[in-house]
C-alpha cells in the first residue's frame, strides 16, 4: 500500500478550458435548487420533527441578544458543542431571521463541495472523470441524508476538508493550516483532522515548522473540548453531570471517560469493535461504500484521517450514528470521495485510455444511481416537488402559531417548534415529558411562566422513540393540572393557554428553580402518582373528562376492545371554530379489565355512499390519561374534534370508530357488544348521526 501522502501520478487534462467546470457550477447549482426547494416544502409543512433545526436557530436569535443561553437545551448551547461557528452565522441571521436561513446555508455549503473535489479529481483523473465523480458526489446516498436531516453544523466542514486537501495536494500550506484551524471551530471533535494533517505536513512533507505545532494545538484542543470548557458553560441546575456528558451513554461497553474509552480502545481495538458489533452496523458500511462501487477501499490509506470519526460511530451505541439516514456521515464523506479518487486513479492504470474511463466512469455512476434508488432521497424529492401541489402546506398549524404573542413562552411538539424559535422561551414537549432535558440528565419541569402549549400528541419522537415509562404522568402533571384552558382542539392537534397559578394536586411535586430561563426540576418516588381531576381543564372545552355515572338512556354497551374496553356511545354535536364548522365527537369509554396499552381511536363521519366527510385520529385522552391509568369504576368521555372543509346536509350519517395499538405494533381484537353496531375490515359503526338543519 502507498504511504498516505504519495502524490498519484496525473491524468492529462482534456476537454474545452472552463467547459467541465461550467457543467461542474450546473450540477451543482441543480443540486442545490432541489433541495432549496425541499427544504422550503419540508418547512412549509412542518416535517422537521426533531429538536435540531430549532435549538440552532434559536441559538443564533439569543446570541444576536447577547446570550449563549439556549431554553431547548436548558443550558448554553456552547455546554453541548463548542459551535464557533454560530457566532460567523449570528450577523447574517439578523438578516435573514429564520430556520431556512440555516436550512439554505447547509444546502449551499454542500453544493460548494462540488468545486474542490474537481479540482482534486481533475488532477488525478482528468476533466472528464472528474465531473463522473462530481456526479456522483452529489447523488450520493449518504450525502442527501446529512442534507435532508435537521440541520446540523457538521456538515459545514464537507467543502472545508475537500478544499483543505487540495490545499495539502497543491502545497499552499498556510491555507491548509487556516481551513484546518476553521474546520476545528466547527466542533470540538474536529480538531482530529488537522491533527491528521498536521502529522502529514511533518513526516511527509518534514514541515515540522507548521506540522508539529498544528498537530499539538489540534490534540490539546481536541482534549479541552472534550474535558475542560463543557461544565463552563452549564447552568447552576447542572452541576452535578458528568464532565464529558455526551461520552459516557453512547460507549458503555468500553468505559465512562474519555480517558477509559482510549486505554480500552487502544489496549484491544480488535476484541472492543467485536464486543459493540451489531449486523445493523455492517449494513451501514456496506451503505456507506457500496454506492461508490468499493472503490475508497483501493485508495484506503486516505481513509485514515476519518479513521477515528469511522470508529466514534461504530463503536457507539445509538443507533442512529449508524445509519445512512442521519447527518453522521458527514466528517466521513470527503474521505471516502477522496479515497475514491484515489482508487479509481490506481484502477485506472489497470485499465487505460478512452475505453477504460468510460468503463470506470459508468460503473462509478451505475453503483451511486442504484444506491440512490435503494436508499437515498435525492430522486424521490425531485419527485416530491414535482407533486407538491398535491399536499399543500397545513392550514390548521399556521393559523394557532398565528395565535401565540411573538414573545410568550410556550411548549411545543416537534412539528412546530422550528416554527417557534425567535423568543426567549420555547422547550420541547419531549422534554416535559422525560422529565428532564434531552442528552441532560438532570430533572426538568415546565417553567410555570409558560403561557402557551401548541402540541401534536402523536408526535412520533415524543410519543413512540422517547417513550420515558411516566411520560403521561409527566405531561399530566404538566397541562391537567386544573391551570391550562382550550383554545383550540382538532384531531390530535390542540393549542392550550396558561389561565394561572394550579390548584395544589397529590402527587404534583415541588417546582425548583425559578422562571422561563432556567426551568424546574422535579424529583419524586415511585408513591408520587398523579392523580387525574374529573375536568382537567378550565370552563369549556375539555379535551376529556370523568363521569360520575353513564348518561341518561343508556343501555348497552357498543364495542369491547382487547376484552377489556368498553366503548359505551358516541354522541356527535356541531361545533363552530375559527373557520367556521367542525364536529366533536364525544366517545365514552369504561375499563372492565387491565388493557396492554394505549391506543390510537379514529373517529370518520360516513355519507351513504360510504364517503368519509369528517375525519380525525387521535390517542386516547390525548396521551395525557391512557386507559392503563384508570380506575374500572371510573366512565371517561373522550371528545374528538374533526374538521370538516365544506358544511355537511342535513341527513343521517354513520358514526365510524376504529382502533388500533399505539405505541407497540399489536393486533386488537375488537367484539360487538350491540345489535346495531357493524364492524367491517378496519372500523366498526357505532352510532347514527341525524343532522338536521
Known amino acids: 500500500m502507498a504511504v498516505i501522502g504519495r502524490r498519484e501520478r496525473r491524468t492529462p487534462r482534456r476537454g474545452v478550458p472552463g467547459g467541465p467546470l461550467a457543467l461542474v457550477a450546473a450540477l451543482a447549482g441543480l443540486y442545490a435548487l432541489v433541495f432549496l426547494v425541499a427544504s422550503k416544502a419540508r418547512f412549509d409543512r412542518f416535517a422537521f420533527r426533531d429538536e435540531d433545526l430549532a435549538l440552532n436557530a434559536q441559538a443564533l436569535w439569543m446570541l444576536l441578544r447577547g446570550s449563549t443561553h439556549n431554553s431547548i437545551l436548558g443550558i448554553s448551547f456552547l455546554g453541548n ?9 449570528a450577523p447574517f441571521y439578523a438578516i435573514f431571521p429564520s430556520p431556512l436561513f440555516l436550512l439554505s446555508v447547509q444546502t449551499l455549503a454542500l453544493a460548494a463541495g462540488a468545486f474542490p473535489l474537481y479540482r482534486i ?22 450525502l442527501g441524508y446529512v442534507n435532508f436531516s435537521e440541520f446540523h453544523m457538521p456538515s459545514l466542514i464537507v467543502p ?18 487556516a481551513l484546518l484551524v476553521a474546520v476545528a471551530l466547527v466542533q470540538e471533535n474536529f480538531p482530529l483532522f488537522g491533527a491528521a494533517y498536521g502529522a502529514l505536513l511533518a513526516v511527509h512533507r518534514r514541515d515540522l515548522a507548521r506540522g508539529l505545532p498544528l498537530t499539538i494545538g489540534c490534540l490539546v484542543y481536541f482534549y479541552l473540548g472534550l474535558q475542560i470548557f463543557p461544565p463552563l458553560f452549564l447552568s447552576k441546575a447542572s452541576v452535578a453531570l458528568p464532565t464529558s456528558p455526551a461520552l459516557p451513554n453512547f460507549y458503555p461497553e468500553l468505559g465512562r471517560s474519555v480517558p477509559d474509552l482510549l486505554i480500552n480502545f487502544a489496549r484491544d481495538p480488535v476484541g472492543a469493535f467485536a464486543n459493540v458489533y451489531e449486523p445493523r452496523k455492517g449494513l451501514w458500511l456496506a451503505q456507506l461504500f457500496l454506492p461508490l462501487a468499493l472503490l475508497p477501499l483501493i485508495g484506503v490509506n486516505w481513509l485514515l484521517p476519518a479513521a477515528p470519526f469511522f470508529a466514534q460511530h461504530f463503536l457507539s451505541s445509538r443507533a442512529n450514528e449508524t445509519s445512512i439516514r442521519s447527518h453522521y456521515a458527514a466528517e466521513m464523506i470527503p474521505f471516502l470521495f477522496i479515497a475514491a479518487v484515489v482508487g479509481l486513479a490506481r484502477v485506472r492504470r489497470i485499465v487505460p485510455g478512452r475505453l477504460g474511463a468510460i468503463l470506470l466512469g459508468g460503473a462509478l455512476i451505475a453503483a451511486v444511481v442504484a444506491g440512490n434508488i435503494a436508499l437515498g432521497c435525492q430522486f424521490f424529492l425531485v419527485r416530491d416537488i414535482l407533486h407538491m401541489g398535491e399536499k399543500p402546506p397545513d392550514p390548521l398549524r399556521k393559523r394557532l402559531l398565528a395565535m401565540i404573542p411573538p414573545d410568550a413562552a410556550t411548549v411545543a411538539s416537534f412539528d412546530v417548534l422550528p416554527h417557534l424559535v425567535n423568543r426567549f422561551h420555547i422547550y420541547p414537549l419531549h422534554d416535559v415529558g422525560r422529565g428532564h432535558l434531552l442528552k441532560r440528565k438532570f430533572a426538568f419541569r415546565l417553567p410555570s411562566d409558560t403561557r402557551y402549549a401548541l402540541t401534536d400528541w402523536t408526535d412520533d419522537l415524543t410519543f413512540r422513540t422517547y417513550d420515558s415509562g411516566r411520560l403521561d404522568q409527566n405531561l399530566a402533571r404538566a397541562f391537567a393540572d386544573g391551570s391550562w384552558s382550550v383554545l383550540h382542539a382538532e384531531g390530535s392537534i390542540t393549542l392550550l393557554t396558561r389561565n394561572g397559578s394550579a390548584p395544589a394536586a397529590k402527587g404534583a411535586g ?18 408520587d402518582a398523579f392523580v387525574m381531576p374529573p375536568r382537567p381543564f378550565v370552563g369549556e372545552p375539555q379535551l376529556f373528562e370523568i363521569l360520575p355515572s353513564p348518561p341518561p338512556g343508556f343501555r348497552e354497551p357498543k364495542l369491547l376492545v382487547d376484552g377489556a374496553l368498553e366503548l359505551l356511545s358516541a354522541s356527535v354535536v356541531p361545533a363552530m371554530t375559527d373557520e367556521g364548522e367542525g364536529i366533536r365527537v364525544g366517545l365514552l369509554w369504561r375499563l372492565r379489565a387491565p388493557v396492554p396499552g394505549q391506543y390510537l381511536v379514529k373517529v370518520e363521519i360516513i355519507d351513504t355512499k360510504g364517503t368519509a366527510l369528517a375525519s380525525a385520529d387521535h390517542p386516547l385522552c390525548y396521551n395525557l390519561f391512557p386507559p392503563t391509568r384508570w380506575d374500572p369504576s371510573q366512565i371517561v368521555r373522550d371528545d374528538v374534534w374533526l374538521p370538516v372543509s365544506a358544511p355537511i346536509p342535513p341527513g343521517d350519517y354513520a358514526v365510524a370508530v376504529g382502533v388500533e395499538g399505539y405505541r407497540a405494533a399489536r393486533r386488537v381484537g375488537i367484539e360487538r357488544l350491540s345489535a346495531d353496531v357493524v364492524i367491517t375490515t378496519n372500523r366498526a359503526i357505532v352510532s347514527v348521526w341525524k343532522n338536521r338543519p
Do not use: C, Q
Open 510 to 527: 415541588r417546582e425548583a428553580g425559578g422562571g422561563a430561563a432556567a426551568g424546574g426540576a422535579a424529583r419524586g418516588g415511585k408513591d
Open 160 to 177: 472545508l476538508l475537500f478544499w483543505a486537501h487540495d490545499a495539502y495536494e497543491t502545497d499552499r500550506r498556510n491555507l491548509l493550516v
Open 81 to 89: 458543542h463548542l459551535h464557533w461557528a454560530t457566532f460567523l452565522l
Open 121 to 142: 479529481a481533475e488532477r488525478r483523473l482528468g476533466s472528464d472523470l472528474g465531473v463522473v465523480v462530481v456526479g456522483a458526489y452529489l447523488i450520493y446516498p449518504a
